[in-house]
């Protein structure tokens, strides 16, 4: 007999229901075809379900007919998607998360007074690209496990300046550049699905390079994936084996593996849905912790749970940390 310990909040974000609800609402309204730049949401079930209702994933807006119908996935798109769109006549169904919209008014309003910007983010990431498109004159990419030495001089006190003064004369400088809009300003952002105890690491290692550095005034990942992960590090030290429900782009999908395996758990693994689990896994164990990530439906977990009841693990025990309530109002041509 053995135990299943479930996480909750786990599965579908406020942004991420809005989005795929986006896409299904087009398709009432207006039939299909409609088409979508890049995955709607990154997992494989929701877009393989969308497909077959009628929508058209496409990588590059040149492959939609002018005039047509796409919609911007909830991961956020640059300015010179949107400029692209309307050059080719394209009606926009935008729907791009709100809470990615904010770093997005973030990155804008930063570089307009002169700040550089240090994005920590996976690059080549949909969302840290069209952040990136924002500012790209102002804009630096960096890895929550980046090399921050790397970054170039942003502050004007470079490093081997640094060495030569004291800590009071390097606050002195970064004091006396925070009155200006030149060079020496420097602020953070970050993706909106990072791990929450990497990201604390990563800023701190960038404050030590840039004494001077502004934080944004909210953090930037999205309470979603704090609360996922705030329930992952509930159940991880009580689970021989920790199951998360995800694709493997799926950014907080694999955040909440590595945050499992941090948290306590024996052993972590992400899986697609129930036909990627393996019997070998739980050899041994007697409890198990199961959870999934922001983009992830509930009938997929509902499987894996299936899937483990049939071979003993009957007993489920839901562990909640968190109430979700928000949500989010579709785009306004959906409205």
Excluded at 77 to 96: F, M, S
């Amino acid at each position: 007999m053995g135990k299943v310990l479930l996480a909750s909040p786990r599965g579908y974000c406020a942004g991420v229901d809005r989005a795929v609800t986006a896409v299904r609402r087009a398709l009432e309204l207006y039939d299909a075809p409609i088409y979508v730049r890049k995955e709607i949401v990154h997992n494989k079930f929701v877009v393989q379900t969308l497909a077959e209702a009628g929508a058209i994933f496409v990588n590059e807006l040149d492959e939609v007919p002018p005039g047509a119908r796409v919609v911007f996935s909830a991961h956020g798109v640059a300015p010179a998607v949107y400029a692209e769109a309307e050059a080719r006549g394209l009606e926009v169904i935008d729907a791009t998360c709100p809470l990615v919209m904010k770093v997005h008014r973030e990155a804008r309003r930063y570089a307009d007074e002169g700040f550089e910007i240090v994005l920590i983010g996976h690059q080549g990431h949909e969302e840290v690209e069209g952040t990136l498109g924002v500012a790209p004159e102002r804009i630096h990419v960096i890895d929550t496990d980046g090399d921050v030495d790397a970054l170039p001089d942003l502050d004007g006190l470079g490093a081997d300046r640094r060495r030569h003064f004291s800590e009071n004369e390097i606050q002195n400088a970064a004091d006396a550049t925070a009155e200006t809009h030149a060079a020496g300003k420097v602020v953070w952002l970050s993706q909106t699905t990072l791990s929450v105890d990497q990201t604390r690491e990563t800023v701190s290692r960038l404050e030590k390079r840039f004494p001077g550095l502004v934080s944004p005034p909210s953090d930037d990942i999205c309470f979603a994936t704090q609360n996922r992960q705030g329930a992952v590090k509930a159940i991880a030290p009580r689970s021989d084996v920790v199951v998360v429900v995800g694709s493997a782009n799926s950014s907080n999908s694999v955040r909440l593996m590595e945050v499992a395996l941090e948290a306590g758990a024996r052993a972590a693994h992400r899986v697609d849905g129930v036909g990627e689990m393996e019997a070998s896994w739980f050899e041994g164990a007697s409890t198990v912790g199961v959870t999934s990530g922001a983009s992830v439906p509930e009938v997929l977990v509902e499987e894996v749970l299936q899937w483990l009841a049939s071979r003993g693990f009957d007993e489920v025990e839901t562990v909640e940390t968190s109430r979700e309530t928000t949500s989010f109002t579709l785009p306004k041509p959906l409205r």
